[in-house]
């Protein structure tokens, strides 16, 4: 089914339900059904800030235009692939009526598959524009979740017989992805933090609670015993990094390789069908 702007506006009526719909996957009668239906072959990255790994690096590597930051990995596909579309509008933020970012920046969308895409949801662009498109979500602080979607493949009717390669810029309030949490944890998995890295708290930590309020996309972080305590299930994207008035989250990067070894997960997931 190719989708429709009618269509569209049916998915936002029903996406404020997807937490309810996620919870079902902690129940093995409905866990293999959504699961095919909605997550077959979903391998996902979530990318952590640039900033906060310019911050965390420039601490041992000097000078700082040598770096190299996670977005490279979303330019790397750019420049690899021949065809790049941009959807006008983000489904997520529209459909929750966002207010603290742009509902007009949309998911980028490459490989020839992605040809399928209906003019109608936004516009094929060249490689300059789709640099000049993910440029701009960072700049209004949204996150680069990168690969293979199966849901993208579903709702847009491109079918899964070629991998679509997915770049969600994700906000921490309107997320579709906000349900990780509510996930049978065998499915969240396939929701990833780049590899080698990590967010932890150290000793400058007063249990202020500022990075408890609405930053972690998916609620990971609490407090315990008057300190900040961050789950398992982080995906390090740095935004309670960014918002610590005490300095007291880090980001640390135990593989230097992070970068080639993320670019390396993401072109698997292309290969799959």
Known sequence: MRPSKRFVR??????PKRFELAKFTNYPIFKKIIDKMLF???DLTILSKDNIVEITLNKKIEPIESIVVPSKVVEYFIDKSSYHFIMDFCLCREAMQCSKYPINIGCLFMGDVAKKIPKELGKPVTKKEALEHVKKCRKAGLVHLIGRDKIDETWLGVGSKIPLLTVCNCCNCCCLWKMLSHLDDK???KVKSMPGVKIITNDNCKGCGACTKGICFVDNIKIK????EIDKKCFACGR??????????????????FINKTIERVKDTQLRN
């Open 10 to 15: 049916l998915l936002e009526k029903y996406f």
């Open 40 to 42: 077959d072959n979903t």
């Open 187 to 189: 499915i969240s998995s």
């Open 225 to 228: 015993d008057g300190v900040a």
């Open 240 to 257: 309670c990094v960014e918002i610590c008035p005490n300095d007291a989250i880090e980001l640390v990067i135990e593989d230097n390789d």
